[in-house]
């Protein structure tokens, strides 16, 4: 989906742009996500304000490709104990919670918002901002407007192999592709060419989870669902609150083992998309484990007060993060004309129109 973002400004700053995917559709984190544009846990300052432009970007290319499947949702984090409602109260009193849309909701208020939440919670952290688009086929979509505009050529099933010049590369099958800049959005694949070319010291790192998606729920689940687990994984969260919460309300075992937090969006089937895992060792396991799961569909059924549907798929992912976690992107000029953007996190889907835009301001394409 960076990649994608950036062809989407360069066309649409009049530019012709050849887009070369490894596979012969994108087929790694772009895809196997929740689809969220969750700007409710970013960090204050320029992660915010990444994630803000990228919600406004999301919603008017929703506007010109419908495919996107863009909707306002919004989200809410639910929450049943003393420490985990003061969490909820600190994030309502940030200077910058009117911006994310936060307000605290009583639970009889969350389930006017969300009637599909018949269980047991207390009280809700509703973000207005936060949206959801379709990631199966969100990428697919993008590349049919690109492909209408004449100006678009889509290489699938080809690798970057070499650097050859300025602004110049050699794919696997050969061919050689000049223009006036070469952007390596390489996303987790952080070996090989680009290994070479950034050097061992690339300050990124590969995170695995796991997710899984259900059969259609029957109902609508009208915004995005977080578990309170979700506080100890976000920046905006961090604070006395959220340190009392760490000391004084510990996780589930698999919850802790596994670096847990329930997110939860309902895709344009009915069905729901449901994680995640956070896995930071190397080398990663092969195999996908059912403990999560089990704890997953226990706090998912818990909420809604019904049985879940029939899972349908299960699966894992792999995406690349800075390791400094405060940073957005990792953006690097390479080589003449040559720059590799990387590890946005758990933030690329949300951030990708925001990240690619600030490409091209930089370059002043």
């Keep these: 989906m960076v990649g994608t973002m950036h062809a989407w400004h360069a066309v649409n700053r009049g530019h012709e742009v050849v887009q070369i995917e490894r596979e012969s559709e994108a087929r790694g984190a772009s895809l196997r996500n929740f689809g969220q544009i969750w700007v409710s846990g970013r960090a204050g300052g320029e992660e915010l304000e990444t994630a803000l432009r990228a919600r406004e970007l999301w919603e008017s290319i929703g506007e010109r490709v419908p495919g996107l499947g863009f909707r306002a949702c919004g989200s809410l984090t639910l929450v049943r104990t003393a420490r985990e409602t003061a969490v909820a109260e600190a994030a309502v009193a940030r200077p910058d919670a009117a911006a994310r849309g936060y307000k605290l909701l009583t639970a009889e208020e969350a389930r006017a918002v969300n009637p599909a939440l018949r269980g047991d919670f207390t009280a809700a952290l509703w973000c207005e901002r936060d949206a959801a688009v379709e990631p199966r086929t969100a990428q697919l979509a993008l590349k049919e407007e690109l492909l209408a505009s004449g100006r678009y050529t889509y290489l699938g099933g080809r690798e970057v192999r070499e650097v050859t010049g300025t602004a110049s590369v050699r ?180 951030c990708s129109p925001a990240i690619a835009e600030t490409t091209a301001d930089e370059l002043n394409w």
């Design 171 to 350: 794919d696997d099958h050969g061919d050689v592709h000049t223009g006036d800049t070469v952007v390596l959005a390489t996303g987790a694949w952080l070996g090989g060419l680009v290994r070479e070319l950034a050097g061992p010291d690339l300050p990124v790192r590969r995170v695995r989870l796991q997710m899984m998606q259900t059969d259609p729920l029957g109902e609508t689940l009208t915004t995005s669902v977080a578990d309170a687990d979700s506080f100890r994984y976000y920046p905006a969260y961090a604070g006395e609150a959220l340190d009392a919460l760490n000391a004084g309300q510990a996780q589930a075992p698999t919850a802790a083992e596994h670096r847990m937090q329930l997110l939860m969006v309902q895709r344009r089937d009915g069905g729901l998309t449901i994680g995640d895992t956070h896995e930071y060792e190397h080398p990663f396991a092969f195999d996908t484990v059912e403990e999560p799961y089990e704890h997953l569909t226990r706090v998912v059924e818990s909420f809604l007060g019904r049985p879940l549907p029939r899972v349908r798929r299960r699966w894992a992912g792999v995406y690349a993060q800075c390791t400094d976690t405060s940073r957005v992107v990792h953006r690097q000029q390479v080589r003449d004309g040559v720059w590799l953007v990387t590890g946005p996190g758990g933030r690329g889907m949300t």
